[in-house]
């Protein structure tokens, strides 16, 4: 019963650097979401897909690509990571027009 | 542009004080909003879904109420573990071109024994 499976849970990155966020559901769900959280600034979405083969920007999607070519994973990437992207990021899947769910989080600092 | 302002940002309640939160927003189309609960660390986890005006859900010592400009949490004899961020996010019509899932900035709410 695993849901929404993120992974790394924390990573420093040097100003720079790039990596990807890995995200993985098991409930076969189509639409999947990358959002970013800042202290006190609620969830911001990056990135989201309604099926494989498909994504669409959300409403800060600046410095990150995504990919979806499998129902069950959906990567984020950091290309050249800077100060600015330090935040925790979730990823949630779901069924069209139905709750979301998140995966526990990613804890990226960018020094 | 959807958006979704929730108030008070902060609310410390003794245990037993019953209160509510509230979730103004504008949506073109609204087409669901919805109620998490966050603790720290942790992702949100689902609490409600609302679909029209006048519509309530409840569980437990949380009613969700939902007319067409807002929305209330109300916290009935609430006990500590109900301390967390309350967030309230809008789902608008995504043919309009409204973007999945617009989040507030959540209530912080304290329940002090």
């Known amino acids: 019963n695993a849901g929404v499976t993120q992974t790394p849970k924390f990573r420093i990155l040097k100003i720079g650097q790039s990596m990807t966020l890995q995200c993985t559901q098991d409930?076969?769900?189509?639409?999947m979401y990358w959002y970013r959280q800042d202290p006190g600034m609620g969830l911001k979405l990056i990135y989201y897909?309604?099926?494989?083969?498909?994504?669409d920007k959300g409403e800060v999607p600046n410095g990150y690509n995504v990919s979806r070519s499998t129902t069950e994973d959906f990567p984020l990437r950091l290309e050249l990571a800077a100060p600015s992207q330090t935040s925790v990021y979730f990823c949630?899947?779901?069924?069209?027009?139905?709750?979301?769910?998140f995966g526990s989080g990613t804890q990226l600092s960018v020094l | 542009e959807d958006q979704v302002t929730q108030s008070p940002e902060a609310l410390r309640l003794q245990e037993g004080e019953s209160s509510s939160l509230n979730c103004s927003y504008t949506?073109?189309?609204?087409?669901?909003l919805f109620w998490y609960r966050q603790d720290p660390g942790k992702g949100p986890e689902f609490l409600f879904t609302?679909?029209?005006a006048g519509e309530e859900k409840e569980k437990e010592r949380l009613k969700a109420t939902l007319t067409k400009k807002e929305s209330f949490l109300h916290i009935t004899a609430p006990k500590p573990e109900d301390s967390a961020t309350y967030l309230c996010?809008?789902?608008?019509?995504?043919?309009?071109?409204?973007?999945?899932?617009?989040f507030g900035k959540g209530t912080r709410l304290s329940v002090i024994a």
């Open positions: 949630a899947s779901s069924y069209p027009k139905e709750k979301l769910f």
């Open positions: 409930m076969n769900h189509n639409y």
């Open positions: 897909s309604v099926g494989a083969g498909i994504t």
């Open positions: 949506v073109s189309g609204l087409r669901g």
């Open positions: 609302l679909y029209s």
């Open positions: 996010a809008v789902q608008g019509d995504l043919t309009a071109g409204n973007t999945p899932l617009v």
